[in-house]
């Protein structure tokens, strides 16, 4: 069984490009991992900047590579695992992200992929081999589940969520499960069972929440790509603080979403180091059906009239290093040949939130409803941000959470948001990456409950409007930590901003920037 609340669970960094590899090449880099579940020595005293074993492997290998590789039979899925075990047992120590893992049934599964294709096989799936980290707010049957929360501490599910079987069903090797904050409730990664998760870019900083062990594992380069899931921002929070791609697809687009409020506010998808191994996880996570997305491969070949927003909600001026960050993505969209203009939302940005939080604020006191129905203390296995959630969910009345879907409803409706707008441009949070502690849950909750909403307040109407969203790795403060750029189309537009992103990705590439504590220099 899956070990939870590995801390020292570890990782390493391949990478994404066209260098091919060979298999000797490949086997040497890490000729340090025993033959069997790959658990041998680690380089973890390594000094960063000095060369490890790992540099002989080409470090800029997507996911969609990897798979090349393996059906070309230039690598076998026993020697991406192996190595990919290499990275996690080396390099989340010092990140802390993979907080339970399942190396040997991932083994036996990759021996069985390699046998197939030694006895002749075809591989079955577009990521036949290819290994893959599964946020802990999704089952896996046979791992542990326990959501950042003592309350579900040493729960293990027996059937895979569905997203998880789409992932098998292409290919892939689930070999752990990566943080998440109590519930995935707040913006920054730290909960009590699992401990703080660290920004591979800064380990004083968070690498933001809730998907925030799918974003620091994807920035270490412990692999490119991860499993994350968003409700008010969780994909696009940890994507735009580690320097990763991240799409929010458009409510009812993936399996196991809901089509409405309030099933409908939480997607899964995952965060990458490269557009197309999100359009490829898409296609992979999609409801199927006559206006599916498929794969979008290409870029954008027409102009776009962009809406530009940089101000929040509420009126309120971003950071000044993010305000710059996204008024020059608006003149790098001039650049390519778009029209870029200033923009507001036709709607009351507090009163908004306000209906957001009827509906956030359920989860948690279903969460609490649910510790006490067991016999326990909440106050005991619950954070202090859950139960101060909960109390907020207390003084919302079934009437008054009807009247909030009815009002978001109402405002996913309507046509003024985007006007004659094509996307809409903005800044993903209020600042820069937080400071780890920054946004505990252990933190008085009424001072931290007004820092939380300044933080994040440009990402929850994506959710709450079910349009597609992603945040866009276009630029780095001057202490060197990412600012993504927020992207938000109208719902059924998924391909859209796939294709603006490739083409963002193709003027500013993003490909070979490596934070200073991942796998190259750990």
């Known amino acids: 069984m899956a070990q939870s609340g590995d801390a020292d669970s570890g990782v390493e960094a391949v990478g994404v490009g066209s260098a091919g590899v060979t298999r000797r090449g490949f086997v040497a880099a890490v000729g340090s991992v025993s033959a069997g579940l790959g658990l041998g020595a680690c380089s973890s005293a390594a000094v960063r900047g000095q060369a490890t074993a790992s540099e002989a492997v080409p470090l800029d290998l997507d996911a969609t590579a990897q798979a090349a590789l393996i059906r070309r039979g230039e690598l076998s899925p026993v020697e ?6 290499e990275r996690i047992e080396r390099v989340n120590p010092v990140i802390n ?33 290819v290994p893959y980290l599964v946020k802990d707010l999704a089952a896996v049957a046979g791992m542990p589940m ?23 069903a292409a290919g892939m090797n689930v070999i752990g499960k990566t943080a998440t904050p109590e519930f995935g409730l707040i913006g920054s990664t730290e909960s009590v069972l699992t401990g703080p998760t660290r920004n591979p870019w800064s380990l004083a900083h968070s690498p933001g929440g809730s998907s925030g062990g799918a974003g620091a594992a994807v920035a270490a380069g412990m692999l490119p790509v991860a499993s994350g899931s968003d409700g008010g921002g969780s994909i696009r929070i940890p994507s735009s603080n580690c320097g990763v791609f991240g799409l929010k697809p458009g409510m009812g687009r993936v399996r196991g979403s809901g089509s409405a409020l309030p099933e409908g506010l939480s997607v899964k998808l995952a965060l990458s180091r490269s557009v197309r191994d999100s359009a490829l996880m898409l296609s992979i996570y999609e409801n199927p059906g006559a206006d599916a997305v498929g794969l979008v491969s290409e870029p954008l070949t027409r102009p776009l009239r962009v809406g530009l927003i940089v101000a929040d909600h509420f009126g309120r001026a971003p950071h000044a290093e993010v305000a710059a ?11 390519l040949g778009h029209r870029v203009e200033p923009w507001r939302f036709p709607f009351d940005g507090a009163l908004m939130m306000d209906h957001f939080m009827s509906l956030w604020t359920q989860f948690a006191k279903s969460e609490r409803d649910r510790a006490r129905a067991r016999g326990l203390d909440p106050e005991l296995v619950l954070e202090p941000w859950t139960l101060g959630l909960a109390a907020m969910g207390d003084e919302r009345t079934p009437e008054r959470v009807a009247a909030s879907l009815e009002w978001l409803n109402a405002l996913g409706r309507d046509p003024r948001i985007f006007g004659d707008c094509d996307v809409l441009l903005s800044p993903v949070l209020s600042t820069p990456p937080a400071r780890i502690g920054e946004q ?8 931290m409950y007004q820092d939380v909403l300044a933080y994040v307040s440009y990402t929850p109407l994506a959710n709450l409007v079910g349009q597609c969203a992603m ?21 059924g537009q998924d391909a859209l901003l796939l294709q603006l992103a490739y083409q963002l990705e193709q003027a500013r590439p993003w490909a070979d920037r490596w934070a200073p504590n991942s796998a190259r220099y750990l």
């Open 80 to 85: 991406l695992l192996e190595a990919t075990i």
């Open 97 to 129: 992200a993979v907080v339970a893992h399942d190396y040997q049934r991932a083994m036996d599964r990759a021996r069985l992929q390699t046998e197939q294709l030694a006895g002749g096989g075809a591989p079955v799936g577009p990521l036949f081999g």
């Open 146 to 168: 326990q959501m950042g929360s003592r309350l579900y501490r040493g729960f293990v599910p027996s059937e895979d969520d569905v997203t998880v079987s789409a992932c098998r």
């Open 325 to 335: 960050a996204v008024t020059a993505t608006g003149a790098l969209l001039e650049d």
């Open 440 to 447: 505990s849950p252990v933190a008085p909750f009424a001072p």
């Open 471 to 491: 945040s866009v790795p276009l630029a780095w403060t001057a202490g060197g930590l990412p600012v993504g750029s927020h992207f938000m189309a109208p719902r």
